[in-house]
């Protein structure tokens, strides 16, 4: 009964993994290049909200702190604006400059630049000591033939595990979608057919930003503690839930996120919490060797990821 | 006349692909282009759909569409069907066709394809399936099939009998002529000279970026100079 309780526990945690991996995993998908500026968003959503609900919004608009689910939804949205404009200089920008469409070492190295910025803008302003982030409730749950499940938990397992399904369907089904994977395969062909690449490109900046924030948002709820480096951790294990799965593809990166978060929580009831990145990265490891593609990948990555 | 080019010239850095060449396509006319590797003959017709930067003037359906976008242009119906047919191997057969399509929004796009699968029956029997399985023969009807589903007035092939076996050049070259009685313009760049002088009522010779010879395809067919350049002897 403790095992299942353990394993329940780690799928709701797996569920934030999720989205962050997800967010990786399409980037990569699409795009063809690793976005480091994800952990920072993550991170930005949540200090946004923490200070939003803390202090209210600047220059007398209000006047002190604002309802924290109100500061959630505007932290999300500040997210989504800062991923808009990482993808004005990283990936618009310098790729107009520089030239070829598949080059995918310069948006790497400046979303780097963009992670940096975005990093220490917050520490300059909120410092980088843990803060608490004001959730009126705590350890509400539901009891259920004997487990606890709590409820923030559950309802972040849910709502990730929807968003990934709303968008896998909306890749595979709609006129967006098919767009969408026309320039994941080849951005050449998809000008050539008149696709507007570069007016398509933030849209998968929004989902991206829009991922990152609600995860965040979640994992505040859950945590309430947030610091100016929650999102190395969560996207480290989101990365490596990502590479379990197989990169590039969105279900594999549900798979993996879902894994990571099981094993995090086993890890921790069976050997303590020092062992969590043992196991994570062990399990890696062992993925690498037996299945270098990953759980869910494809020998040649950029072709059928949806 | 549809198509009007006026001392078009692209350049890549240093190098001159085209060099300042003059076209014009009438309306309901097939012309070709023939030329051999590196004649900047694919060079020509990505700057057309303005895919690639160029200088000069090019006129479509007497509209001055030089600096529209390549979006614009498909929209206006100027499409092309590339080289090496570039199908989305991704897809399945049927958001192949559909993405051909993606710039249009009237109620005629099933009709549309229903007609494309009439044409090439192998795709129907295959519209559900990843265009990865098809043979080059059939992805090169696809490639036709999704340029027609963007409605062209001029439609612009890009080699399209490379690679593929004389049967399906035929049956191919078949449905250029088909398309070309009911009334569309084309444009073809080939190195299949024979062939493409066969359907064409004119033709363009290209050497190193440069028109050096223009002409009634038929009257071309038998000038010794592209005989023995283009034709061979048989």
């Not at chain 1, 539901?142 to 990730?160: E, H, M, N, R, T």
């Not at chain 2, 059939?138 to 062209?152: D, H, I, S, T, Y």
């Not at chain 2, 002529?177 to 024979?194: D, F, K, P, W």
Request: charged share 15%; proline share 3%.
């Amino acid at each position: 009964m403790i095992l299942i309780q353990q394993i329940i526990s780690g799928l709701m945690l797996g569920g934030i993994y999720v989205m962050v991996a997800v967010a990786f995993t399409l980037v990569i998908g699409m795009l063809n290049f690793l976005n480091f500026t994800i952990p920072p968003l993550f991170m930005l959503s949540a200090m946004m909200s923490w200070a939003l609900a803390k202090y209210g919004l600047p220059f007398g608009i209000t006047d002190g702190p604002i309802n924290w689910l109100v500061a959630i939804f505007i932290g999300i949205l500040i997210t989504i604006v800062a991923s808009l404009i990482v993808e004005r200089f990283t990936y618009r920008y310098l790729k107009n400059r520089y030239g070829d469409a598949t080059e995918h070492a310069i948006p790497l190295v400046s979303s780097i630049g963009f992670l940096l910025i975005f990093t220490n803008i917050i520490i300059i302003y909120f410092g980088s000591e843990p803060v608490k982030f004001p959730v009126p409730f705590e350890n509400v749950s539901l009891k259920f033939f004997g487990l606890v499940l709590g409820i923030p938990q559950l309802a972040s397992l849910i709502i990730s595990v929807s968003i990934v399904w709303f968008l896998s369907y909306m890749l595979k089904t709609t006129k967006i979608g098919r767009v969408l994977r026309s320039i994941a395969e080849n951005p050449d062909t998809a000008l050539i057919l008149g696709v507007k690449v570069f007016a398509i490109v933030p849209v998968i900046f929004l989902i991206v930003g829009l991922l990152c924030g609600v995860a965040s948002a979640l994992f505040t709820i859950n945590y309430t503690e947030v610091s100016a480096f929650i999102g190395d951790e969560v996207a480290a294990k989101a990365i490596a839930g990502m590479v379990i799965g197989g990169l590039g593809n969105i279900w594999g990166a549900v798979a993996g996120g879902l894994l990571v978060g099981v094993l995090e929580v086993l890890s921790i009831h069976f050997f303590g919490a020092d062992t969590v990145k043992i196991s994570v990265w062990g399990a890696l490891l062992v993925i690498l060797i037996i299945k270098p593609q990953g759980i869910f990948g494809h020998v040649k990555i950029g072709k059928e990821k949806f | 006349m549809i198509l009007s080019v006026e001392k078009l010239l692209v350049k890549y850095g240093t190098n001159i692909a085209v060099d300042q060449i003059d076209i014009q396509v009438d309306k309901g006319e097939v012309v070709c282009i023939l030329g051999a590797n590196g004649a900047g003959k694919s060079s020509l017709l990505r700057a057309l759909l303005g895919h690639t930067k160029s200088s000069g003037i090019v006129k479509f359906k007497d509209n001055d569409v030089s600096s529209h976008s390549a979006t614009q242009r498909v929209r206006d119906g100027l499409v092309l069907v590339p080289e090496g047919r570039k199908i989305l191997t991704s897809l399945s057969v049927e958001e192949n066709l559909l993405m051909g399509a993606h710039l249009r929004y009237d109620k005629d796009i099933y009709t549309d394809i229903k007609k494309v699968y009439e044409m090439f029956p192998n795709l129907s029997t295959r519209s559900f399936m990843s265009a990865s399985v098809l043979s080059g023969g059939e992805q090169q009807m696809l490639a036709v099939g999704r340029a027609l589903l963007a409605k062209p007035s001029l439609l612009m092939l890009d080699e399209p009998s490379l690679g593929l076996s004389p049967l399906i050049v035929e049956e191919l070259f078949g449905v250029i002529q088909t398309l070309n009685r009911e009334g569309m313009s084309i444009l073809i760049v080939e190195q299949n000279a024979r062939k493409a002088l066969q359907v064409s009522n004119r033709a363009y010779v290209m050497e190193l970026g440069k028109i050096v010879q223009k002409g009634i395809s038929k009257d071309l067919m038998s000038d010794e100079k592209i005989v023995s350049a283009y034709l061979g002897s048989e």
